[in-house]
């Protein structure tokens, strides 16, 4: 089966440091991946689409200069938290398409605590 | 725009039971996609059951079905034979049929918090 890669799992990082996350379709090419945050005992909530070569898209209320996505290639979208402080400590799960888009594949997801 | 909602936010049940976890949505549109994930303590999304909106006949995956019901806008799962591995969060969720390249994305219920007890 289709397998989305994120990496790392889990990171610590001082207040005001930028924290790349790496999203890997391993097996297939992802026409489009998607972020999403969730916080502890709550649902996933879309934070930006993006399609490979182009600019990604936002949800309402995210932050486009705090959380900078790039999908360079069909198999590789980042993630990166620039200046990241408390309050961006979460989980951040990505996800991946094939083809029309029928299956959604997820990766694993990156625990991110900021000190 | 489309909601999801799980009005269970805890569940339990015995093992061996059955349980039927339940979800409502909103939309204007009439062909969809509606599924289950599992989310356990690791926190990988494991799908458990898709429905195409336009198939009458509900979907079944072993253990997992669900009951959908389109004129209602309800989508329950029922998990017979609970066993303790089904312990998990499930987010039900819904998803456009096709609306162009990058419009796939889910949107999510708050998700149920199912407990089985052995």
């Known amino acids: 089966g289709a397998v989305v890669s994120q990496h790392p799992s889990r990171v610590i990082c001082k207040s005001g440091t930028s924290v790349k996350i790496e999203c890997r379709s391993l097996d297939f090419q992802a026409t489009t991946m998607f972020w999403y945050r969730q916080f502890p005992k709550k649902s996933l909530m879309l934070m930006a689409t993006?399609?490979?070569?182009?600019?990604?898209?936002?949800e309402q209320g995210v932050e486009k200069d705090k959380f900078l996505i790039n999908h360079a290639s069909l198999t590789l979208s980042t993630l990166t938290v620039t200046s990241a402080h408390p309050e961006d400590s979460s989980f951040y799960i990505c996800?991946?398409?094939?083809?029309?888009?029928?299956?959604?594949?997820f990766g694993s997801g990156t625990q991110l605590s900021v000190l | 725009a489309q909601t999801v909602t799980q009005s269970q936010p805890e569940m339990s049940v015995q093992e061996a039971e059955t349980v039927t976890l339940s979800c409502t949505y909103d939309t204007s549109e009439s062909d969809y996609y509606l599924f289950w994930y599992k989310q356990p303590p690791s926190r990988q999304m494991i799908l458990v059951i898709r429905?195409?909106?336009?198939?009458?006949q509900n979907a079944t995956e072993n253990r997992f079905s669900v009951n959908f019901q389109k004129a209602a806008k309800s989508f329950s799962l029922k998990i017979s034979d609970s066993q303790l591995g089904d312990a998990a969060m499930y987010f039900c969720?819904?998803?456009?049929?096709?609306?162009?390249?990058?419009?796939?994305?889910?949107?999510f219920g708050k998700g149920t918090k199912l407990s089985v007890i052995p």
């Open positions: 969720a819904y998803r456009f049929s096709y609306s162009g390249a990058g419009s796939y994305q889910l949107t």
């Open positions: 429905q195409e909106a336009y198939k009458q």
């Open positions: 993006s399609n490979e070569g182009s600019k990604a898209t936002y």
């Open positions: 996800s991946a398409t094939r083809g029309r888009g029928e299956k959604l594949f």
